[in-house]
């Protein structure tokens, strides 16, 4: 088995696709005619986005929609940068909520930010 994507239920897919692009530089992998369904060029696993109306008509069970004006859902994505400082400020520039500046524990260096539709987001510098 392998993991190929992370699909997050959204309201507005193409909104949140130019939000990654104008954030972290993530061009558009592929959108449905319909633009209910996008991915982001991130490499083997992609990050896709479907709204909600896609995901209800796949399964009829309810979910806990991620929102930017609720609590966090429990997951974060994690995007490794080489200048953690530029990353972190471009985020903010496009729009995503600051949560914690660029910080250093031991070794590692990562920022937080929160994505228009209510994702966490960890940027990470190698």
Known sequence: MELINQVIYVDNVE?????????????THALSDDAEYGELATGDVKIAFANHPYAQAHFKQGYIRAHPKQPALGFE????????SESYD????ADAEPLCPPSCRGTRHY???RAIEGTLICLTQV
């Open 90 to 93: 471009q985020a903010v520039l």
């Open 111 to 113: 920022a937080y930010v």
């Open 77 to 84: 994505l994690r995007f490794s940068c080489t200048n953690l």
């Open 15 to 27: 909104e949140t696709l130019d939000f990654y692009y104008q954030a972290f530089g993530f061009a």
